[in-house]
């Protein structure tokens, strides 16, 4: 009985687990992408700077052409918009990418982080939890830093 209501509550609420089990990425790039976007708005807004260098990245390192990118943007946009944590995306990155992808990606993270000129508290903060998220050493991290500056 308590299960039969869990679930209807489950289903009903927005934010609650039932509701957090339906967000699903089966590609590790809008995993990555959902990953770059959260960081880009961490400080409250999603610059132009930020956009295009999340356009740049998925061009360059994920080999889509621009509209490619434009959809695969939208898809990890809404995603992220609809998850109630980062872990279906950091659980999905881990599980296809080994330690070496995962520091490119965190050097990736560090680029949109940087690209409006400024690095917002709330957005290292970010970048420290996904990195955690990610298994990856603040030693990783801060190399990763070091590449994206």
């Not at 917002?120 to 990195?131: I, N, P, W």
Request: charged share 25%.
């Amino acid at each position: 009985m308590l299960d039969a209501i869990r679930k209807l509550i489950g289903d009903s609420v927005p934010g609650t687990p039932g509701t957090h089990s339906r967000v699903q990425v089966n590609d590790v790039r809008v995993a990555a992408c959902a990953l770059l976007v959260e960081l880009a708005c961490a400080d409250g807004e999603f610059s132009a700077a930020e956009q295009a260098r999340i356009m740049d990245i998925l061009q360059r390192h994920f080999g889509v052409d621009e509209a490619g990118a434009r959809q695969m943007l939208a898809e990890a946009a809404a995603a992220n918009h609809d998850a109630v944590d980062h872990f279906v995306f950091t659980r999905q990155v881990v599980k296809d990418y080994d330690v070496a992808q995962r520091i490119v990606l965190a050097e990736l993270m560090w680029q949109v982080a940087l690209a409006d000129g400024s690095l917002d508290s709330q957005e290292s903060y970010v970048m420290r939890k996904l990195a955690s998220l990610l298994q990856l050493e603040p030693a990783f991290l801060a190399q990763a830093r070091k590449k994206a500056e």
